[in-house]
């Protein structure tokens, strides 16, 4: 699904498809030099990760291994709760290894600053964060990520993986949720 297809329930568009594709393949760059040499463990954050942690995957020209942990701070709403659950933990054990963790959106830094506590006590050589959007409005938490696709607004995006009550997940670009579609 494109922009173009619902154009009545977005208010912009912030990033095309080709634009975050073009950013995914810059980050990898950056990532298989500042990993080369070592074995590197992604750690896709479901949902939302699911389109940034496939396609940073294949721009990645190095083997990577994978895992997914689901964790909610949001529900249904459109604000972080910032009481976070694991919904799925990670299959693989993370002692010795070098861990980065892709996320789809930082927005309150609530989740993610309790991600970045939770698997560090597991052992890891490193865990770093690899995020495709942030929103610096929006922080309530200072969280230290490495690699940072891009700073947006502080407004409701959904595309690329970013949901409104599991729609526009399969939005080829990120946009701005018209109010009208969430009031």
Same mark, same amino acid.
Not at 66 to 72: E, I, R
Not at 103 to 124: H, K, P, Q, V, Y
């Given at each position: 699904m494109r922009a173009s297809d619902i154009e009545a329930d977005l208010t912009e568009v912030l990033c095309t498809e080709d634009e975050i594709h073009a950013k995914l393949g810059e980050l990898a760059r950056r990532i298989e030099a500042d990993y080369e040499g070592r074995d590197l463990l992604l750690v896709g954050v479901l949902k939302g990760a699911i389109m940034v942690m496939a396609d940073l995957a294949r721009e990645l020209?190095?083997?990577?291994?994978?895992?997914?942990?689901?964790?909610?701070?949001?529900?249904?709403?459109t604000v972080s709760s910032g009481v976070v659950r694991i919904l799925k933990d990670l299959d693989s054990d993370l002692s010795g290894r070098h861990v980065l963790?892709?996320?789809?959106?930082?927005?309150?830094?609530?989740?993610?600053?309790?991600?970045?506590?939770?698997? &560090?006590?597991?052992? @890891?050589?490193? %865990?770093?964060?690899?995020?495709?959007? &942030?929103?610096?409005? @929006?922080?309530? %938490?200072?969280v230290d990520v490495k690699y940072v696709g891009f700073d947006i607004p502080n407004k409701f995006v959904v595309g690329y993986g970013l949901d409104f009550a599991e729609k526009y997940r399969n939005l080829r670009d990120v946009g701005v949720l018209a109010p009208h579609v969430y009031s």
């Open positions: 020209e190095r083997h990577v291994q994978t895992d997914w942990m689901a964790v909610s701070s949001y529900g249904a709403g963790i892709v996320e789809d959106i930082i927005d309150s830094g609530l989740t993610l600053s309790w991600l970045l506590s939770n698997l &560090r006590t597991r052992g @890891a050589a490193s %865990v770093e964060i690899c995020a495709l959007f &942030r929103k610096p409005e @929006a922080l309530k %938490v200072h």
